[in-house]
């Protein structure tokens, strides 16, 4: 694709352009911007060097030979990157007279390349830092076979359909504004709605599984963060501090040290043990504006959070215990595949080689008792401690990094945390960081991406419709509805003055479960019709009948409709 860029706009100059997960892209420097008229040429001119079958030659240069070559054909990306790699040699590529700085290995030559397509353009900052130039992407997709490139672009179509900013707009869920700053959502009236109705869930769930709630504030000193070592570790992500009364105050990236305060508030004896707090806590973290992304990359967001004190002897058993509330909550939202990742010591840590060591094993040893398959992310654990993370799979097989269980023998020792033992004497607890669904606002896009914005009852907006045929269905229209609206379900009444099918389409787009349609035989017979959002007729039903079979569902969450 590079050649074929550079054979047709000679200016353009090159800067990276690495394989991904699915394709690859590259970044070049160009005054105009590529249109897609611009990808369909450069298309053509790739299948021409592909029918040319050029041979990829490596070849091993030293690296100032290397510097004067890109030098002398303005290439000064190229000369950039080259004066950051330290090796004496480095490797080029060349084939029908263009050449490139690559690492390698290649294929052996063009004419290998079978099914390809480019994609799509969009800028991108070099080296992703905002304060650089600003370059255009092209991304673009290759596969051995036609048939797989084909599936390929169909996944890519769907995967367009369900983008949950698209939804989001359409359902009128949440929206963000540049007026009121990136990354911040703003959740509408029914946006809102399905997060209190998976918040009241989360919180019967934490009740009954023994968790104590909690709610702290928003801000706290910078010296909190300093303690908890967020400030050596964390920095990155974290705002500018704010001074009040010439003390500085930071507004909060983790709730971790509110839950320690609340625990050292008094004395704990090993019979209290495990004491589990949990809280719906909203923080915030510096996330650069160029990975910001809908509601997957924010600015702002709450997690279900949850840290819990135990004993050392108490830590399988209870990861054994967050585990099956993870999968069980989970399940409830309708994931039941998930990839599993148990992250061991990264560079940077704290705490003894012996602390990480015992707490690796013992979310090892939960993980191989509870049956479940896992990968090892080396060096991929938080400072503090190792970590399970839980990735599920949306509907469309895509994984997403949702809940994630930390084992932390650090934070206790920085605050001095005890309990008073059997023995009489003070101990240390072991801490246990946990989210289940990870952040509501992530959490919520994964949702809306997974459904296709179609809900299931207990989570949608509006469960039932009421349309009806003439206006001379009106009051019995109305009877149902209030009927329904006394029981708790979420209603609405669609009384206008249109044709039954375009009052139909209006709710089917707004992805209503259950419409009920009244005309003269529901009237006359006192009973209903139900419509499910699958297109399936069911009645006539007693109203009576329905509103059992309505709440069971709903109560239940019963996830088909
Ligand atoms: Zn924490």
Redesign the pocket.
Known sequence: MAHAVKELFPDAKLAIGPATDDGFYYDFDIERTFTPEDLAAIEKKMTDIIKKNNVFVRKIVPKEEAIDLFKSVGENYKVELLNEIEDEEVSLYEEGGFIDLCRGPHIDSTGQVSAFKLLSVAGAYWRGNEKNKMLQRIYGTSFTDENDLKEYLLFLEEVKKRDHRKLGKELDLFSMSEEIGAGLIIWHPKGALIRRTIEDFWLDEHYKAGYKILYTPHIAKLDVWRKSGHVDFYKENMYSPMEIEGIDYEIKP???PF?IHVYKTSLRSYRELPVRYAELGTVYRYERSGVLHGLLRVRGFTQD?A?IFCMENQIEDEILTVLDFTLFILKIFGFDHYDIYLSTKPERYVGTLDNWERSTNALKRALEIKGLLYDIDTGEGVFYGPKIDIKVKDSLNRPWQCSTIQVDFNNPERFDMTYRGSDGKDHRPIMI?RALMGSLERFFGILIEHYAGAFPLWLSPVQVEVLTIAERHSDYAVTISEGLKSEGVRTSLNLENEKIGYKIRNATMRKVPYLVIIGDKEVSEQKLTLRKRSGENIGPLKIEEFIDIIKDRIKNKILEI
């Open positions: 983790m709730n971790c839950h959070d840290h960081h």
